[in-house]
């Protein structure tokens, strides 16, 4: 097979940065990153594509309204215009039959793997999750998530302790489910005797949470002081204050962006409807009519910008929060990265932080 070259001013590896080189592929691997000559030249730069771990929807899709394979690729296409190269599809708290259409939907499509956040949470930490939905796991629950993982690639389940016990969260994790405390008002201590059970994330760290304080440090501390678990963080500017997260990033290096994007990415509604209710976008916002938050109006690179731009992490340390920490997440060795033998998953940038062209597997997509 002819090997694809790809020049560009600049080439992020994961690591380290290239000056004037080129991104050699071959059968949609990374052969080798060398001194630009031949090849095409790109606008921009060169970086590793981004993972996001929390996409609820795109492209005027709600994974909820739609959980089919048409509905994962509709999403899928609207985050890759946006530098995002594999996704980990979400469903927001639903009844069981929409959980085993997106199970089968996820099971059929070539996406990364499902992300089930709820139902087996703490109603009082429900964020915008319909309380009337939300229940505690019994053993049927239990059955069918341990075949997902078997189904599936990757599958990730959010869950409460107070929903869930710490037997569940073992066999979940022993099946290879990744689990992740969420919406929870737990105790620190809870939280670490669920680490101890298996549970190996934290999702939107410091949204629908028990907070950290002086002497009672809540799932937040377990999320920023407990290295068994990785946290997820939408940094929108609206989830989370610009400098709680500076705290946070300083304080922990086992996080990772995620967007929790709803259907608004990739176009131009102005509302859409959740488990029958309403939610509107305005001014880079998403809310209920009374005002909760409800998911995020952001790509993944978007939360690449604000951390750089904002938050004035360096531009490799935003982007590996974005791309090489959540394949650490999931355990994938070739993604996330540039270096040899990783899969030829990239996208361009512009100086601004912006996308310009994204390849999945050596091939252009968007």
């Known amino acids: 097979m002819t090997a694809q070259t790809y020049q560009a001013e600049r080439i992020f590896d994961g690591s380290a940065w290239h000056e004037d080189a080129a991104l050699v592929i071959e059968a949609g691997r990374v052969?080798?990153?060398?001194?630009?000559?031949?090849?095409?030249?790109l606008a921009g730069w060169i970086a590793p594509g981004l993972i996001d771990l929390q996409v609820n929807g795109g492209g005027g899709v709600l994974f909820n309204n739609a959980p089919t394979v048409e509905g994962i690729d509709a999403i899928a296409a609207a985050h890759a215009q946006f530098g995002t190269t594999s996704i980990m599809v979400t469903l927001i708290t639903d009844g069981p039959e929409v959980t085993a259409q997106a199970i089968a939907?996820?099971?059929?499509?070539?996406v990364l793997g499902l992300h089930l956040e709820g139902p087996h949470l703490d109603p009082a930490r429900k964020g915008t999750h319909d309380p009337a939905l939300i229940r505690p796991m019994d053993a049927g629950d239990l059955a069918v998530l341990c075949q997902a993982a078997g189904d599936l690639a990757h599958l990730i389940c959010t869950?409460?302790?107070e929903s869930v016990s710490p037997a569940q969260v073992r066999a979940l994790?022993?099946?290879?489910?990744?689990?992740s405390l969420g919406h929870s008002d737990c105790s620190h201590a809870t939280a670490l005797?669920?680490?101890?059970?298996?549970?190996?994330?934290?999702?939107?760290?410091f949204n629908a949470m028990s907070q950290m304080q002086h002497r009672a440090p809540g799932l937040v501390g377990a999320g920023l002081n407990d290295a068994r678990l990785w946290s997820g963080l939408i940094a929108d500017g609206f989830h989370v204050d610009d400098a709680v997260m500076q705290v946070a990033l300083r304080a922990q290096?086992?996080?990772?962006?995620?967007?929790?994007?709803?259907?608004?990415?990739?176009?131009?509604?102005?509302?859409?409807?959740?488990?029958?209710?309403?939610?509107?976008r305005e001014g880079g916002r998403?809310?209920?009519?009374?005002?909760?938050?409800?998911?995020?109006?952001?790509?993944?690179?978007?939360?690449?910008?604000?951390?750089?731009?904002?938050?004035?992490l360096p531009l490799a340390q935003a982007l590996q929060l974005a791309s090489l920490n959540p394949a650490r997440v999931l355990g994938l060795p070739d993604r996330g990265h540039?270096?040899?033998?990783?899969?030829?998953?990239?996208?361009?940038?512009?100086?601004?932080?912006?996308?310009?062209?994204?390849w999945i597997a050596g091939e252009q997509v968007a």
């Open 31 to 41: 052969v080798d990153i060398t001194r630009a000559g031949a090849g095409a030249r």
């Open 105 to 110: 939907a996820a099971k059929a499509s070539g």
């Open 159 to 161: 869950v409460a302790p």
């Open 173 to 179: 994790a022993e099946a290879g489910v990744v689990i």
């Open 193 to 205: 005797d669920y680490a101890q059970a298996g549970a190996r994330m934290v999702t939107h760290l």
């Open 253 to 280: 290096s086992q996080i990772f962006l995620v967007s929790d994007a709803m259907s608004t990415i990739g176009s131009d509604q102005r509302e859409f409807t959740l488990n029958g209710r309403r939610i509107f």
């Open 286 to 312: 998403l809310t209920l009519a009374d005002g909760t938050l409800a998911g995020a109006d952001i790509a993944l690179i978007d939360a690449v910008r604000h951390v750089h731009c904002k938050l004035g």
């Open 338 to 358: 540039l270096q040899i033998g990783a899969r030829a998953d990239f996208f361009c940038l512009s100086p601004d932080v912006s996308a310009l062209g994204t």
